[in-house]
């Protein structure tokens, strides 16, 4: 059962493309991440080029966000002030994303800057996640009340100007962090073809102290702002989205989310971080690995 | 350049030569559709004007299909600091992006080495127009050869069949990555190691369908089909939570 993709050029067995939509949408809706970073390692791993891989993922992440974003919408577990103020961020960062990616794509650094910059995040964000899952899963089972996560004072950041109270979050905090959050991510998202929920949703929870219920709505709304502008950009300077390819992935992805935000719906808050931060520090492992393996052959062929 | 004014050269010299070559293409068109998975052409032709009861080892057939030709970057990796990272490059232009050789036999008994450097007829021959590069080119052209024979791109094989004394066939399969264009088709007589006679024939790939239209949007219209895929994807996301509305 092959298709043929146009933009890509090549054939593929479709279905592995939709069952890769449909694992990687499953943990998208249970953990409220676009999967990106999942997704176009997979992609290139199947030998898609990385190009037409890292702006076609955005296809797979807006389709099975949104699939997401409106089931929490029902449940109102959107901060849509929050998500608007980190997407002003986000659409700066994808601007300045896109142009670096021109310029490492020409050096042939983009395989090395994806990886050394992804290692020590996911690591680092990894740990704190385990560390703390783990102890509140301890606590909840040695029969304590489980632990409120322990607050650890941002003084600085309740020092900084431009405040503003973010209602659903219940937050009286200064909009930079949310927009540093937001640029930041934007960035990643034009360079690697991720949504960047990995990184939001721990900054949120950790760094803006955002309730853990609103978390995921307004990652995922802020994400779908970031993926679709970046999808229009990486269509008109790069040439890079293939829609066939893209298709495949969305029916794939969005199934697997909604099967996602069910079984996230049984799991409590600690078990879904715990999950999350293995993953998490599965990826940082095996991007390691990559770095620091040597490779069985020296010379790779790239594009022009 | 060079190799297509030594074909045209050879087509107004065979003419006086004894043997004349006479072949042809099962297809002159290959049009890549949404199952195309890579598909067969077959090369086929006759030697004529052949004296009788000449031995035939000393007539030889090369068939060679030539993709366009392309830019290949080729990247070497060095330790830096306990890291590998992509350290050195070589920009070879002007390679074939599709290389198909067969021959009757080895091409080191065909002939001597400057006649298949003449007409790039073997990889090893396959020399880049330009190079772009600080170092010595050649383990990267190494490289490049390597990887292009490791995804089928690149072929060299002894797979030119004679049915009889004069008629002989080979089959080139043409795999489902390959880069639309104009290719071409050479059969080469060589006797006694020396081009007798040559045929070139173009041969074009394309999209076809659906597929060429897709491709041209892309192109054409790119924030077009920049927002026909966002709304793909917004309303695929959207209808499917509609769908698996939960229960509760």
Redesign the interface.
């Known amino acids: 059962m092959?298709?043929?993709l146009?933009?890509a050029?090549?054939?593929v067995q479709w279905i592995v493309i939709l069952g890769m939509g449909l694992g990687v949408g499953f943990l998208s809706g249970l953990f409220g991440v676009g999967g990106g970073f999942l997704l176009t390692p997979l992609l290139v791993f199947y030998g898609i080029p990385s190009g037409v891989a890292v702006a076609t993922t955005l296809?797979?992440i807006?389709?099975?966000?949104?699939?997401?974003a409106?089931?929490q919408w029902k449940k109102r577990a959107i901060d849509f002030k929050m998500a608007g103020v980190m997407l002003a961020g986000g659409l700066v960062g994808t601007g300045v994303g896109v142009w670096l990616f021109a310029i490492m794509r020409r050096a042939?650094?983009m395989?090395?800057v994806v990886s050394?910059t992804y290692v020590p995040m996911l690591g680092i964000i990894g740990g704190i996640m385990l560390r703390e899952s783990l102890r509140t899963l301890r606590a909840r089972r040695s029969g304590n009340a489980p632990a409120r996560i322990h607050p650890v004072n941002h003084v600085w950041i309740h020092g900084l100007p431009l405040k503003a109270r973010f209602r659903q979050s219940r937050l009286y905090i200064s909009v930079i962090p949310p927009i540093v959050i937001g640029f930041l991510v934007g960035a990643m998202s034009a360079i690697m073809g991720v949504g960047g929920g990995f990184i939001i949703i721990p900054a949120m929870i950790y760094l803006l102290r955002m309730p853990t219920n609103v978390v995921i709505g307004t990652s995922l709304v802020q994400i779908i702002g970031v993926a679709?502008v970046t999808?229009?950009?990486?269509?008109?300077s790069n040439?890079a989205?293939d829609?066939?390819l893209?298709?495949i992935l969305?029916?794939g992805g969005?199934?697997g989310?909604?099967f996602g935000?069910?079984a996230g719906a049984k799991l409590r808050g600690e078990q879904i971080r715990f999950l999350l931060a293995l993953l998490v520090l599965a990826v940082a492992l095996r991007l390691l690995w990559?770095?620091?393996?040597?490779?069985a052959?020296?010379?790779?062929?790239?594009?022009? | 350049m060079r190799r297509a004014v030594l074909l045209a050269f050879l087509f107004l010299a065979s003419p006086a030569a004894a043997e004349q070559l006479v072949s042809g293409v099962s297809q002159d068109l290959i049009q890549?559709?949404?199952?195309?998975?890579?598909s067969d052409i077959v090369v086929f032709g006759a030697i004529e004007g052949q004296e009788p009861g000449e031995p035939r080892t000393r007539r030889d057939i090369v068939v060679v299909v030539r993709g366009p030709e392309s830019?290949?970057?080729?990247?070497?990796?060095?330790?830096v600091a306990?890291?590998?990272?992509?350290h050195d490059?070589a920009?070879l232009s002007g390679m074939p992006a599709y290389y198909f050789l067969a021959s009757s036999r080895p091409l080191k008994d065909i002939a001597p080495q400057n006649a298949l450097t003449h007409y790039s007829i073997g990889l090893q021959n396959l020399q880049p127009d330009t190079v772009h590069s600080h170092h010595d080119y050649e383990?990267?052209r190494q490289?490049?050869l390597?990887?292009?024979t490791k995804d089928k791109l690149y072929t060299e094989t002894g797979g030119v069949e004679f049915l009889s004394e004069t008629l002989f066939r080979a089959h080139v399969p043409v795999p489902?990555?390959v880069?639309?264009g104009q290719y071409k088709v050479e059969v080469y007589l060589f006797r006694d190691g020396e081009v007798q006679s040559a045929q070139s024939t173009p041969l074009f790939i394309d999209?076809t369908g659906?597929?060429?239209r897709?491709?041209n949007f892309?192109?054409n219209q790119?924030?077009g089909?920049?927002?026909?895929?966002?709304a793909?994807?917004?309303i695929?996301?959207?209808?499917?939570?509609?769908l698996?509305r939960?229960p509760t």
């Open positions: 092959e298709i043929y146009p933009i050029e090549m054939s296809s797979h807006t389709a099975s966000s949104i699939s997401g409106v089931t042939g650094q395989d090395l050394l679709i999808t229009l950009l990486q269509a008109t040439y989205v829609i066939v893209a298709a969305v029916v969005v199934v989310a909604q935000v069910r990559g770095l620091v393996v040597t490779p052959d020296f010379y790779s062929i790239g594009g022009s | 890549i559709t949404s199952t195309y998975k890579g830019d290949i970057t080729v990247r070497r990796r060095d330790r306990g890291v590998w990272i992509n490059a920009k383990p990267f490289a490049a390597r990887h292009l489902a990555g880069a639309r999209q659906l597929e060429r897709l491709y892309a192109h790119p924030f089909y920049g927002l026909a895929a966002v793909m994807a917004v695929m996301g959207w209808i499917s939570s509609l698996f939960r």
